[in-house]
């Protein structure tokens, strides 16, 4: 079993284009550790305004989005850091409530 350095969980993906027209997108995506994160990669992109689909493959690091409007390449960056931080920010400030009771 491969054990996951601490760093490795607090350094937030890095990610850019690497093609990117009116109809899909690809992303190298840097920083990925396991398969939940990519994952919440995937719903990430795909819940972005004028993506048709999305997924993301961990053993690649790559995104592959379907488009079906155009959208900016900022979006996609976006998109992937929220995924990586954001969510699981959230669902640790949740849990750390519920645990005191408020």
């Known amino acids: 079993m491969a054990w996951i350095k601490p760093s490795r969980l607090l350094t937030a993906p890095d990610s850019h284009v690497t093609a990117l027209d009116d109809q899909r997108a690809t992303l190298e995506i840097q920083g990925l ?13 795909a819940n ?13 690091a790559q995104a592959e ?8 390449e900022a979006a996609l960056r976006q998109a992937v850091l929220d995924a990586a931080i954001a969510q699981p920010l959230r669902l640790a400030v949740e849990r750390a409530v519920r645990a005191v009771g408020l």
């Open 48 to 60: 972005l305004k004028g993506v048709e689909s999305a997924s993301c493959n961990l053993e690649t």
């Open 65 to 72: 989005v379907q488009l079906s409007s155009s959208v900016d």
């Open 33 to 45: 550790f396991c398969g939940i994160c990519a994952n919440r990669v995937s719903d990430s992109l």
